[in-house]
T-cell receptor
């Protein structure tokens, strides 16, 4: 167990709706990253939150947005859902320590939220 | 941007044999790599990592080899067990964005009893 919890575990939405996914990070971690994993594919980076601010973003449109709270938990919001948004959404927490060689920090993943868009 | 690819989508091995899973990466400046294991219905689980200033790192029953000349990673699992059956991903940390990891599409390891 990684100590990272996500909710809900499964949900079904229809095209055009909005969804909010939640993540509680591992105790002591200060950073949350969100990944989208389509069936049969590797996870794709959506964005990362560090100290309540977005700190890096992948190739996802603005309708994917997020929040990080003072307790380091996080939300992923997706507006105007499309069929291709159907995927497993993974949250990963880490303790980022900025060093001279860049950020370090192993990612600890939750079990994911399986979103189906009909 | 960086891309990570795998040579074999599926690998079947006999219980007790050694397994080797390969991964190619595209950015020669990449300096940090992680191997993850993902069991069905679960999130990826950290196995082992390696930095670019090393060419080999060993863990418990696992060894990661890094060949920077040909931009290739491999994960070796000794004495493969049924519990090792899963999808294995290599992940490369972004060079231009240290916060981002690039994952390959994965190799499914089937361990036959």
């Amino acid at each position: 167990e990684t100590g990272v919890t996500q909710s809900p575990t499964h949900l079904i939405k229809t095209r055009g709706q909005q969804v909010t996914l939640r993540c509680s990070s591992q105790s002591g971690h200060n950073t949350v990253s969100w990944y989208q994993q389509a069936l049969g594919q590797g996870p794709q980076f959506i964005f990362q939150y560090y100290r309540e601010e977005e700190n890096g973003r992948g190739n996802f449109p603005p309708r994917f947005s997020g929040l990080q709270f003072p307790n380091y938990s996080s939300e992923l919001n997706v507006n105007a859902l499309e069929l291709d948004d159907s995927a497993l959404y993974l949250c990963a927490s880490s303790l980022v320590v900025v060093t001279g060689t860049g950020n370090t920090g192993e990612l600890f993943f939750g079990e994911g939220s399986r979103l189906t868009v009909l | 941007g960086e891309s990570v690819g795998l040579h074999l989508p599926t690998l079947s091995v006999q219980e007790g044999d050694n397994s080797i899973i390969n991964c190619a990466y595209s950015n020669s400046a990449s300096d940090y790599f992680i191997w993850y294991k993902q069991e069905s219905g679960k999130g990826p689980q950290f196995i082992i990592d390696i930095r670019s200033n090393m060419d080999k790192r060993q863990g418990q029953r696992v060894t990661v080899l890094l060949n920077k000349t040909v931009k290739h990673l491999s994960l070796q699992i000794a004495a493969t067990q049924p519990g090792d059956s899963a999808v294995y991903f290599c992940a490369e940390r972004g060079v231009y964005n240290f916060n981002k990891f690039y994952f390959g599409s994965g190799t499914k390891l089937n361990v036959k009893p």
